[in-house]
Each structure stands twice: as structure tokens, then as C-alpha cells.
């Protein structure tokens, strides 16, 4: 059964690295614990939702205002 467990998180390895790209950041020591809390209140299903939606925002606002 190990060999199948072993399959499994290959394909979803192989699907994960096909279908999306991998962004890492740094923060402070302690900006985790924060961001976590943040998101969660905000109702957003997880962190990476958030950062996503946060950084389009962004990228929006900035194109209106340097239009």
C-alpha cells in the first residue's frame, strides 16, 4: 500500500508543478502569525487566496493610477 501512497503524491507533485508556479516571499519574524490572523477574519479560504487577491489588487490600483 506504501507504493501507492508513493504514486499518488508523485502525480499530484507532477499536476501541482504543470499547473502552477511556485511564489516564495520572506517576512519578518512573527508576519506569519499575523498575516494568518488577518486572512482569517477577512474570511478568505486560505493564505495563499489572500496574497493572490492582495497582490492583483495592487497590481490594479497602480495601473489606474499611472494611467
Aim: charged share 35%; glycine share 6%; net charge positive.
Amino acid at each position: 500500500m506504501e507504493e501507492i501512497g508513493k504514486a499518488s503524491t508523485r502525480a499530484k507533485n507532477k499536476y501541482r508543478d504543470k499547473t502552477y508556479d511556485r511564489i516564495e516571499f520572506l517576512g519578518p519574524t512573527g508576519s506569519k502569525a499575523e498575516l494568518d490572523a488577518f486572512w482569517k477574519a477577512q474570511g478568505y479560504e486560505s493564505r495563499n487566496a489572500f496574497v493572490i487577491a492582495a497582490i492583483k489588487e495592487k497590481m490594479e490600483r497602480d495601473v489606474e493610477t499611472n494611467s
